[in-house]
Each structure stands twice: as structure tokens, then as C-alpha cells.
């Protein structure tokens, strides 16, 4: 019995140590270059639509973080217009690769401060996703969920869905379940945080004056503007933020976002000859840098940063 136990030990310990180098960061590993679809050297220079964000990052495309009162509030489509629960963040892949969405983690302006305790705040928007290859331009929507009905197909933290979801346009759709209509962003002044699966701050979408500094290093800031009567958006993966048109009588679009066709050199006929692309990522490469995005930017193999919460 000793020995089982002893034996059990030094295999628990194994276990529990960190394999420096042995393995890929998650976010590393995802997009191998032998399961894309797309020919290497097959996208050339200068791209148009290069992506705000640069692979293998996803792209923040929509936020409603102040849903309308009445009926039009409804943007779940469930039926019923939730202050907390219609509330959504809409992202995309940007690139011509695919990339994984597992690990990467949406946050709110709560989510960076802590409580007078010292601990994490309760009432903080917190919310990974599950493993999720997301093809070139496939579209996500995370909805908050509180005391929501979501037509499937329908993911959460711990899966994604099967399928895309016809009720919004094919996007994947998920929803945080938040089990409190206080986890919800503030009306006048927050943010939505996009961290990569090490932590790494990388897009912040931040409204009116939140009370804290958004945290250094974040590799894109964004203000929302005119947003008070629906979301806000952009149409295109290098276009600026705009307030979503209201004339329709909807005043957001959960899981519309159209690509603005940078997938066209990949149906360049095989044997021509094409620049290798700054975002191609070779075996055993690390992925490109990313663009300069600002003075805060930090060094593009800079160790990962401790997750802020
Ligand atoms: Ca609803
Ligand atoms: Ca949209």
C-alpha cells in the first residue's frame, strides 16, 4: 500500500507540474497550418480588409450593451425583451485561416476590479468559451442569457453548439446563462474585454467614462459611440465602429456580419506564383506578429501575462 501511495504521489506531482516548452500555448496550437483549407502562399499583399486584430485572433464585430425598452428590445428572439439577458457581443473570424475560439474569454469592466475584500467581485461579467474551431468568416454571437429562452442550436461555457443557428443568421450562438440580471454591463460606462487563452489582453469596446483605466496592453481600444438606442457595430474586419442603423426598426443584427470577400486569392489556380503572407505561420513558426496597434503594445513574444482576474 506504501508503495501504491508513494507511486500515486510522484504521478499526482508529475501531473501538477508545469511542461515549460513542451507543449504550445492553446491559442498557439490551434490554427496548424496542415488543416487549413487555404493553399500556403496563396493570399498576397497589400490585403485591403487586413483584419484589426491579426491572426489568430477573433474580431469584435457588435456589442448591445444597453438593450431598448418594449418589444424592440428583444434581441435573443425569445419573446421577451430581458434588460440583462438580450444584451450580446457578436465576433468573427477575420482571417482566411481557421482559428480556435477555446479559452478566449470575454470580460467586463467589474471583471478588472476587486471587491473590498480583496476577492473577485460576484456581479462581474466572466465568460470563456468551450473548444471551438471557427472556420474564415463564420460568425459568433454571445448572448447574456439571464432568464432567456434561446431557440437552438445553442452553446455555453461548456460546449459549443453542433451547428449554426438559423434564427440568427447561421452564427453560432451562445449564451452565458448569467444566473443574475446584475451581471450585466452598465448602461453609461463599461467595457467588453476580449483576453486571449493566456490571459493577453487584446480588444476592449469601452463606452461613456468608466470609472477604471482599461488595462495596459490591450492590443486594440475602441469607443462605442451613439449607441443609447441599439448596438453598436462595425461592417467591416478593418472598418471603425459605428452606432447600428435604426431605420429598419431593429436596431442590431446578432449574427450578420458580412465579410468583405478577402477570401479570393484563395481560389488562385494552383502553380501560380504568390508572396507568402505575412500572416502565414509555417511548421513549427510561430503566427506573425501583430500589427502595431499603439505605444501600449507590448512586445509580440512578450511571456504571457497573468490573467488580470
Ligand atoms: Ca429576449
Ligand atoms: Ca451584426
Not at 18 to 39: D, F
Not at 50 to 72: C, M, Q, R, W
Not at 100 to 110: A, E, F, I
Amino acid at each position: 500500500m506504501l508503495i501504491q501511495y508513494l507511486a500515486m504521489t510522484v504521478l499526482s506531482v508529475g501531473l501538477l507540474q508545469p511542461k515549460v516548452g513542451s507543449q504550445p500555448l492553446p491559442h498557439e496550437a490551434a490554427p496548424a497550418p496542415a488543416k487549413s483549407p487555404v493553399k500556403p502562399g496563396a493570399t498576397t499583399t497589400p490585403d485591403p480588409a487586413k483584419p484589426l486584430l491579426a491572426f489568430p485572433h477573433p474580431l469584435i464585430t457588435e456589442v448591445l450593451y444597453n438593450v431598448p425598452t418594449g418589444d424592440s428590445g428583444d434581441a435573443n428572439k425569445d419573446g421577451t425583451r430581458q434588460v440583462a439577458g438580450d444584451e450580446f457581443v457578436e465576433l468573427v473570424n477575420p482571417h482566411d485561416k481557421p482559428i480556435n475560439l477555446g479559452g478566449y474569454t470575454l470580460t467586463d469592466m467589474t471583471a478588472s476590479e476587486k471587491a473590498s475584500n480583496g476577492k473577485p467581485k460576484t456581479n462581474a461579467i466572466r465568460w470563456t468559451f468551450p473548444p471551438l474551431t471557427l472556420p474564415p468568416g463564420k460568425v459568433v454571437v454571445v448572448f447574456n442569457g439571464h432568464s432567456s429562452t434561446i431557440k437552438g442550436p445553442l452553446g455555453d461555457s461548456s460546449s459549443a453548439p453542433a451547428k449554426g443557428n438559423e434564427h440568427f443568421n447561421g452564427a453560432l450562438v451562445f449564451s452565458m446563462r448569467q444566473p443574475s440580471d446584475r451581471i450585466a454591463f452598465a448602461n453609461t460606462a463599461d467595457w467588453v474585454m476580449l483576453s486571449a487563452p493566456d490571459g493577453t489582453p487584446l480588444h476592449v469596446i469601452k463606452w461613456g467614462e468608466p470609472r477604471i483605466k482599461v488595462p495596459a496592453g490591450v492590443l486594440l481600444v475602441e469607443d462605442a459611440v451613439g449607441s443609447r438606442a441599439g448596438s453598436v457595430q462595425r461592417t467591416a474586419a478593418n472598418g471603425p465602429l459605428a452606432a447600428h442603423p435604426t431605420d429598419s426598426g431593429v436596431p442590431f443584427s446578432p449574427g450578420v456580419f458580412a465579410m468583405p470577400t478577402p477570401a479570393a486569392p484563395i481560389e488562385q489556380p494552383a502553380g501560380k506564383p504568390a508572396n507568402p503572407s505575412p500572416d502565414a505561420a509555417g511548421p513549427g513558426k510561430t503566427p506573425a506578429a501583430p500589427e502595431p496597434a499603439g505605444p501600449d503594445e507590448p512586445p509580440a513574444h512578450e511571456p504571457p501575462k497573468k490573467p488580470k482576474f
